[in-house]
């Protein structure tokens, strides 16, 4: 296959392997899939090129991927055929007059965040500076601060879609209401190219942010406690609880409101002396650099479940055994468990309002394991099962549900967990954008 009829088309790049800036196009985040190579890359510079590349792929048969931020858990933002990588639509603009705020649809966080600062306004956005907002808002998008705002795709008005017959249509609740609808939550590659998004901002709140840390003995008791604070906390209160195989216990949160607030809402957590407390009043700005999320890199996994209430004492007894026995692997992400306080904002819609269907969540179970791509095929397989065996274990005190944006491609009953009720209409949308499945991957609607 020759490229070069592509190449003549556009005003961006095509890129095939050995190219400079042909790895940094195509890599993706999660090594897992490093092996994955793709036959060319275009660094789209317009929604034009978009239009081309898809017409194109079409006309050639070669399979086609769109990648923002490349951050996929499983590796769908990239494939053996045509990536269309949309990092050149990355343009923000802000109407201070009403807060709309339209991003270019290869947009990353640390852009975003930048361009918003200036006007002290925001919306849910993602905590990892290289991830995109096309990912994030077509997956649902659960941010640090949705328990207040609400889901990213919450504060959507309107995005342009580029769809499998080249054609361009712009979606909102009044046009292509359908489409809208299945774009706020149904799934990133599913039924088209998004290249822009237009969001409804509002002003930033002064907020205060807390890391506590616990030995490893207090695991069971400072979880059960955690979550009942977090289930009577008001909606300006986010908690995430983490269990870590290095044996430490973690909360951070962030709080719409003032340290002293703060402190009064912790005060049981607090009395039980953990060996780091820091709640510090900040700005909206700091508070966003507080919980910027770092990683070794490598390869990972992840499954999630949902619950609608705490869990009780014997599934946390679960989480922390399994997390005590994390078989080990090269990479210092190690594994663990975390709950997200969910709820709040999130939960005010129905669960057919939008695609994301998890509107009666409390917390997400997040359970993760990671290792290096120099480890062997033993550490793999073991850390995989242990995955496994977890995930199937806390299943006994959870819902059958999982969050799309930490997608697991090994998820069994994937259609139901990460759509609910929403299956069907997404189907029929499906049919109507993409009657012949030219966005396809493994778990595509």
Known sequence: MTFDGLAARVRGR?????????????????????GIVPAAVLSAKSTEDVVTA??????????????????????????????????GLDQVHVDPDTALVTVGGGTRMRALYEALRPHDITFPLGNSD?????????????????RAFGLTCDSLVSTDVVLADGSEVTCSAAENSDLFWACRGGGGGNFGVNTSFTFQARP???????LLLWEWEQAIDVVLLAQEIQRTAPDALALRIGLTSTGMVSLIGWHLGSADELRALLAPLTGTRPFRCDIEDRTYWEAVEYVHHET??????????????????????????AVGKWPGSGNPDGGGAALFGWGGAINALSPTETAFPHRDALFLVSLDTSWMPSDGPQVVCDN??????????????TDNASYLNFTDPDLPDWRQAYHGPNLARLAEVKRRYDPDRFFEFSQAI
């Open 54 to 87: 898809i017409t194109w792929a079409r006309e050639n048969d070669v399979p086609l991927v769109a990648r923002g931020g490349g951050h996929s858990y499983a590796g769908t933002s990239v494939s053996t055929g045509l990536v269309l990588d949309l990092r």
């Open 204 to 210: 930033v709140v002064d907020s205060a942010t807390c």
């Open 130 to 146: 290289e991830v995109a907002i096309g990912g994030l808002t077509l997956g649902g998008g659960v941010a640090a601060v949705s």
């Open 296 to 321: 070794a890199g490598g390869a990972f996994a992840g499954r999630t479940r949902t619950t609608s209430v705490p869990l009780p004492e014997e599934g946390v007894r679960t989480l922390v055994a």
């Open 384 to 397: 995989l099962e242990w995955l496994t065996t977890l995930h199937e274990d806390i299943g006994e005190h």
């Open 14 to 34: 095509v890129l095939l392997p050995g190219d400079d800036g042909f790895t940094t196009s195509s890599k993706p985040f999660n090594e897992r899939y490093a």
